[in-house]
RNA sequence: CGGAUGGUGCA
């Protein structure tokens, strides 16, 4: 196992994946998340014919992948648009008897934020919970921030409160996609009220945050602003962009 | 015992 990581990231992808391959024919099982990250490697260099091919393969000799290594293949079609492959992967999963989880659903959410069916997205999160999936942070910040890029302040807002009453925390992303949206517009005042916010609930904010907050700052020619959380990025060794 | 999959900024 030790060696395939090695060549894996040595780049030898191919032929990690055909030891991989040998070892499910010789009846070995082979390490679970290394499939997994081989499943990753290969999709990012789009051979995803190879990784189809991996996981049939395996399959065929009676080793079933688990939901991770689905949902990373699931996550690399989508990212790549190929809806109909995805589509009939889903399809799989769930014929092999796969309970879908909240990574594949806020993979799901992404996937049609970024086509910028944001409200489809949403209807999909109220949708989780009746399937016994409660949505966790990162699939609200992702329509929060669907919402977000498509100029939907209110909405984006709405989400906000929404999140809280499910007893579900904003964390430092979320916190980050607001920010940067009060920064576009020029609303440094709900910009650094949100800062505020998010300091309050205990959230450190980080280079993103930095970032979005001066970015804002800068297009309202406040240079002063700017250069104190320059500096205070400094102090706490973060990088400016 | 660790190890794998999802969301955010500027350019």
């Known amino acids: 196992v030790f060696l395939l990581r090695l060549l894996c990231k040595a780049g030898c992808i191919d032929d990690a994946c055909r030891h991989v391959a040998d070892m499910g024919r010789l009846g070995y099982e082979p390490d679970i998340s290394l499939v997994t990250e081989l499943v990753n490697d290969l999709c990012k260099a789009s051979k995803w014919k190879s990784c189809h091919k991996l996981l049939t393969g395996?399959?065929?000799?009676?080793?079933?992948?688990?939901?991770?290594?689905?949902?990373?293949?699931?996550?690399?079609?989508?990212?790549?648009?190929?809806?109909?492959?995805?589509?009939?992967?889903?399809?799989?999963?769930?014929?092999?008897?796969?309970?879908?989880?909240?990574?594949?659903?806020?993979?799901?959410?992404?996937?049609?934020?970024?086509?910028?069916?944001?409200?489809?997205?949403?209807?999909?999160?109220?949708?989780?919970?009746?399937?016994?999936?409660?949505?966790?942070?990162?699939?609200?910040?992702?329509?929060?921030?669907?919402?977000v890029r498509l100029g939907k302040q209110e909405l984006a807002m709405k989400i906000m409160d929404e999140m809280r009453r499910n007893n579900c925390s904003p964390d430092v992303v979320t916190y980050n996609s607001l920010i940067s949206m009060f920064s576009k517009v020029g609303d440094t005042t709900k910009a650094y009220e949100l800062w505020g916010q998010m300091r309050a609930n205990g959230c450190v904010p980080d280079h993103i945050s930095y970032t979005a907050l001066v970015d804002g700052f800068c297009r309202q020619n406040k240079p002063k602003e700017c250069l104190r959380l320059v500096l205070e990025m400094l102090k706490k060794r973060l990088k400016p962009g």
């Open 58 to 147: 395996l399959y065929n000799v009676g080793f079933i992948p688990s939901l991770a290594t689905f949902n990373t293949f699931f996550s690399c079609l989508c990212r790549a648009g190929l809806m109909q492959q995805a589509c009939k992967l889903l399809d799989d999963m769930v014929k092999l008897g796969f309970t879908l989880d909240v990574y594949t659903y806020s993979i799901m959410i992404h996937t049609l934020c970024k086509a910028e069916k944001v409200d489809e997205a949403y209807k999909l999160l109220k949708a989780m919970r009746n399937r016994k999936c409660e949505p966790d942070v990162v699939c609200y910040s992702t329509v929060l921030h669907g919402y």
